[in-house]
């Protein structure tokens, strides 16, 4: 036992595995847990890597590269945070804004370019140019009106608060207004009028991000009026049947995990029950944004986007929603949900908006039952500037050497979203560091697994931004905190230091420490033979 030879003989053998899954799978996976263990330990008895650890590994030319996972951490860039009101606010962003902002902080080499825009909005990037059409931000209107038919119909969907507040600011995320009955847009004063048919509004007045962080100083805001009797109604000029929802872009947006976090999910929450009947009108439009997702929006609207900042319209609806109401990270809670909405539901909307196979077909390694040679799929996500897999190789080779055909995307290439997801839904697991690309398990089918590798450090944030998604999504999660042998940390800091010795001082130190020194200067070496444990947790989820 050990001699490699023997190793490589076994391993075949362990083919088997995957196809012992009628019978007795269980006692299957339990042997050849043991005997993978033991396997692997004496093929690797130095541990990996152990003359050359701390060395960078060019991956490009020792893998095949297929796709990109396109975004897993595109930035915004910085310009979009100056020109925001309010410089001077403080603003507590949580750990994920926090990612994000150290994310935004990393110079970009050769990811997708990123350039500065002189309106202070995010570019759009390279990347983005598959398929998905265009939002038009134009604002064609007759048509709509007409389009939006049944005008003689009266609209029903909107049922005023009890206390007939028009803004909701109690929410510690995200602050919300719904006018019911008579609302007008005016997009270049960022200013939406309610005009109540009773008498008993006092000309009140609010200003609310309209995104789903409400505490983001760089997000534009929207004026909400309440007009009071002796106070004119602006004149419409274009008039709609159905219901709009205003929101914002920008903010932490352009990083893949905000994307979902911030708006998609939100925008679900707020816009889904409408059944695509709804008018979309964005301000700090970020055209990349619609571009990128129109395969999403588009299943939330059946109208042209409105670019509200540019905006020359009095546009009026019968029903007008400012703001994006948010539950969590990545999160829906069904019980604040008046449609029930879960995030399950949020990731078979998203297969469907895509074309993603139904709910019932299984993962495709249980899909294809009949093929004998059919290996589980991992998609292996390498990371572009921080928290990278330095021994990538030794790593697609260890997954391979357990079993798996290895799927490894790096964030250089480029690929529509489109094609991507399609790439993830072909995949049984998904694996990589903790960081946005993993955001694309949502594309994974039911009974999916997330292998999620934990860099040294920052184990309290692991579950809430990806653990508890996975699951909610119905998703398997794994979790694998790697020691401090695997985290280049150690050589830079030495076994002494806090850093090493005592992660919970510099947690207790604040936010930036944090994602200065474990967040971006950390990359990865993993022990496959320490990790074999936690991936027979996936194949048995997988199995
Ligand atoms: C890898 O992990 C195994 C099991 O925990 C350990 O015995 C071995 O020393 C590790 N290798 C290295 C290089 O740290
Ligand atoms: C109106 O309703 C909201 C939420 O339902 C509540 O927070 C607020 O206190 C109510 N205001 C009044 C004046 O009752
Ligand atoms: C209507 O609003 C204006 C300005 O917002 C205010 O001066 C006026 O007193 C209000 N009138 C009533 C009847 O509330
Ligand atoms: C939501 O769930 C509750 C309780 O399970 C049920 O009474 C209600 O009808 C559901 N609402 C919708 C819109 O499905
Ligand atoms: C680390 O600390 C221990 C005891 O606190 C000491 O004996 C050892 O020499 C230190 N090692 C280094 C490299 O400073």
């Known amino acids: 036992m050990g001699s490699p030879k023997a190793a490589r003989s076994k391993a075949s053998q362990l083919g088997g595995i995957w196809r012992r899954r009628v019978g007795a799978p269980f006692a299957a996976l339990l042997v050849a847990a043991v005997l993978v263990l033991v396997l692997f330990t004496g093929r690797f008895p130095q541990g990996p890597d152990a003359s050359s650890r701390f060395t960078p590994v060019h991956v490009d030319d020792s893998t095949p590269r297929t796709v990109s996972s396109t975004d897993q951490d595109l930035e915004t860039s910085d310009s979009s945070k100056q020109e925001g009101e309010g410089g001077d606010q403080k603003i507590e962003l949580d750990e994920s804004s926090m990612e994000a902002m150290e ?16 309106q202070g909005t995010t ?8 398929k998905g059409g265009t939002a038009s931000t134009t604002a064609p209107d007759q048509e ?19 206390n007939s507040t028009v803004c909701d600011l109690s929410n510690s995320r995200f602050d919300i207004c719904e006018l019911c009955g008579d609302a007008r847009t005016i997009g270049q004063s960022s200013t939406v009028m309610y005009v109540p048919h009773t008498e008993t509004s006092d000309g009140e007045e609010w200003s609310i991000r309209a995104q789903s962080r409400k505490n983001i100083p760089w997000v534009k805001k929207v004026t909400v009026k309440s007009l009071n009797t002796s106070q004119p109604a602006p004149k419409c000029t274009s008039k709609h049947a159905m219901p709009a929802i205003v929101f914002a872009l920008g903010g932490l947006t352009a990083n893949v995990w905000h994307d979902f976090s911030d708006v998609l999910v939100p925008l679900f929450l707020t816009a889904r029950q409408f059944d695509r009947d709804v008018q979309l009108l964005i301000t700090n439009n970020q055209p ?16 042209d986007i409105i670019d509200f900042d540019s905006d020359d319209q009095v546009r009026c609806y019968p029903h007008v929603i400012v703001g994006l109401r948010s539950h969590g990270d990545l999160g829906i809670y069904p019980n604040l949900s008046p449609q029930n909405y879960t995030m399950m539901d949020f990731r078979l909307f998203v297969r469907e908006a895509y074309g993603l196979p139904a709910a019932k077909v299984a993962i495709p390694y249980k899909a294809d039952r009949d093929d004998p040679d059919k290996k589980p799929r991992i998609m292996l996500i390498d990371r572009g500037k921080t928290r990278r897999f330095i021994n990538a190789p030794y790593i697609v080779q260890g997954l391979e050497w357990f079993g798996f055909e290895v799927v490894k995307v790096d964030p250089k290439m480029d690929s529509s979203l489109d094609e991507f997801a399609r790439l993830v839904d072909s995949c049984d697991a998904i694996m990589g560091a903790h960081g946005a690309g993993l955001t694309n398990m949502v594309f994974l089918r039911s009974g999916g ?9 920052i184990e309290f944030m692991a579950d809430g931004f990806y653990g508890k998604p996975a699951r909610d999504m119905g998703l398997g999660h794994v979790k694998y905190g790697i020691s401090p042998e695997e985290s280049t940390l150690l050589e830079k800091y030495g076994w002494n230091h806090t850093v090493i010795k005592d992660p919970e001082t510099i947690r207790s130190s604040g936010w930036d420490k944090v994602g200065e020194v474990y967040m971006t200067k950390q990359d990865i070496v993993l022990n496959m033979t320490r990790f074999g444990p936690v991936l027979l947790k996936a194949i048995d989820f997988i199995m």
Not at 123 to 130: C, I, T, V, Y
Not at 144 to 162: L, M, V, W
């Open 103 to 118: 994310e935004q902080k990393q110079p970009r080499e050769d990811t997708p370019e990123t350039k500065p825009a002189s």
């Open 123 to 130: 570019p759009a990037n390279s990347d983005l140019d598959g």
């Open 144 to 162: 709509e009106s007409s389009e939006a038919g049944s005008g003689s119909a009266p609209y029903t969907k909107c049922t005023p608060p009890p």
């Open 288 to 303: 990349w944004f619609s571009k990128k997702y129109m395969t999403i929006l588009s299943k939330l609207t059946r109208y």
């Open 449 to 457: 697994v997330v292998v999620h590798i934990v860099p040294y450090g």
